[in-house]
C-alpha cells in the first residue's frame, strides 16, 4: 500500500495567519492527491481534489500544490471557521490511503 | 441536494454480523463509484471499500477482505455494507461515500459528498 505522511500532526495559529500543510507519499502519485477538512462530530469536507482543484463552494483562500510524492495545502489568511483536522488523500491507487491528519488549533 | 444517509450501525458481539445501508438522493447514483470509510474513535479515516457504478468492480482494504461485502442496488439509489465475523478493531464510525463519477472526462476519483456517519461498536 501507499503510506501517506502529514506533517505536522498538530499547528496551532492565529485568525488572520497563513499556514501550509504538508503531505508525502511514499511513492509517486502523480497529481491523484486530495485534500480534506473534518471538524469535531462531522463527516470530512473535501477540499481540494486532484492536486489543485479547488471543489466547488470552497473558499479560494484555500489552495494546494505538488506533484510526484510531495505535496501541500496553504490556507491564507485563517478564519474562525478553519480550525478543524485535515486529511490528505491518494487516490492513485487502491487502497485509498489517507495521511494521519493535521489538527490545526487556534493559538 | 445531494443527500446520503447512513444508516444500520450499533452494538454487536465479537464474530456477529451487522449490515449497513446508504440511501442516496439528489442525484444520478448510477453513474458514479461508491466507497464505505470509517474512522475508529479518536483516530484517523480508513478506505474499507469501493463499488463500481455497474458493481462489476469492487475492492477491499486487505484487513477486512474476506469478512465484508459491498453491494449497490441502483434502482434503489442504495449502498450496502455486510460485515461479518466482525473484530473489535472495526469498532469505528463507518461513512459512505460518493466517488468517480463515470462521465468526468477528467476521471476524478475523490469523495466529494458523505453520509452523517453510522457508529459500529464491537465489544462483548
Known amino acids: 500500500d501507499i503510506q501517506m505522511t502529514q506533517s505536522p500532526s498538530s499547528l496551532s495559529a492565529s485568525v488572520g495567519d497563513r499556514v501550509t500543510i504538508t503531505c508525502r507519499a511514499s511513492?509517486?502519485?502523480?497529481?491523484?492527491l486530495n485534500w480534506y477538512q473534518q471538524k469535531p462530530g462531522e463527516a470530512p469536507k473535501l477540499l481540494i481534489y486532484?492536486?489543485?482543484r479547488l471543489q466547488s463552494g470552497v473558499p479560494s483562500r484555500f489552495s494546494g500544490s505538488g506533484s510526484g510524492t510531495d505535496f501541500s495545502l496553504t490556507i491564507n489568511s485563517l478564519q474562525f471557521e478553519d480550525f478543524a483536522t485535515y486529511y490528505c488523500?491518494?487516490?492513485?491507487?487502491?487502497?485509498?490511503?489517507f495521511g494521519q491528519g493535521t489538527k490545526l488549533e487556534i493559538k | 441536494q445531494v443527500q446520503l444517509v447512513d444508516s444500520g450501525g450499533g452494538l454487536v458481539k465479537p464474530g456477529g454480523s451487522l449490515r449497513l445501508s446508504c440511501a442516496a438522493s439528489g442525484f444520478s447514483f448510477g453513474d458514479y463509484d461508491m466507497s464505505w470509510i470509517r474512522q475508529a474513535p479518536g483516530k484517523g479515516l480508513e478506505w474499507v471499500s469501493s463499488?463500481?457504478?455497474?458493481?462489476?468492480?469492487?475492492v477491499y482494504t486487505d484487513s477486512v477482505n474476506g469478512r465484508f461485502t459491498i453491494s449497490r442496488d441502483n434502482a434503489k439509489k442504495s449502498l450496502f455494507l455486510q460485515m461479518d465475523s466482525l473484530r473489535a478493531e472495526d469498532t469505528a464510525v463507518y461513512y459512505c461515500?460518493?466517488?468517480?463519477?463515470?462521465?468526468?472526462?477528467?476521471?476524478?476519483?475523490?469523495?466529494?459528498?458523505w453520509g452523517q456517519g453510522t457508529q459500529v461498536a464491537v465489544s462483548s
Open positions: 463499488i463500481s457504478r455497474s458493481g462489476s468492480s469492487i
Open positions: 486532484a492536486t489543485y
Open positions: 511513492q509517486s502519485i502523480n497529481s491523484y
Open positions: 488523500q491518494q487516490s492513485y491507487r487502491t487502497s485509498y490511503t
Open positions: 461515500a460518493r466517488g468517480r463519477y463515470y462521465y468526468d472526462s477528467g476521471g476524478y476519483n475523490k469523495f466529494d459528498y
